[in-house]
């Protein structure tokens, strides 16, 4: 089980953290989210990988800084 924190660009409020959460929820493999707002960046813990987390967020309507 490894941690990936991911910088997300886009997020405005709460209803965007929440939406982010949701998506990377809906990866196969996650174990856990934090998405903490103010510092636009998402903790993932679990068995997955880096492209499917990125694609969930990019698919729910927001990007991720590299």
Not at 43 to 64: F, P
């Amino acid at each position: 089980m490894s941690q990936i924190i991911l910088k997300v660009e886009g997020m405005t409020c709460n209803h965007c953290k929440m939406r982010v959460e949701k998506a990377l929820q809906g990866v196969s493999g996650v174990e856990s989210v934090k998405v903490d707002l103010a510092a636009k960046e998402a903790v993932i813990t679990g068995d997955v990988e880096r492209d499917n987390l990125v694609k969930a967020i990019q698919n729910a309507g927001y990007s991720i800084v590299e």
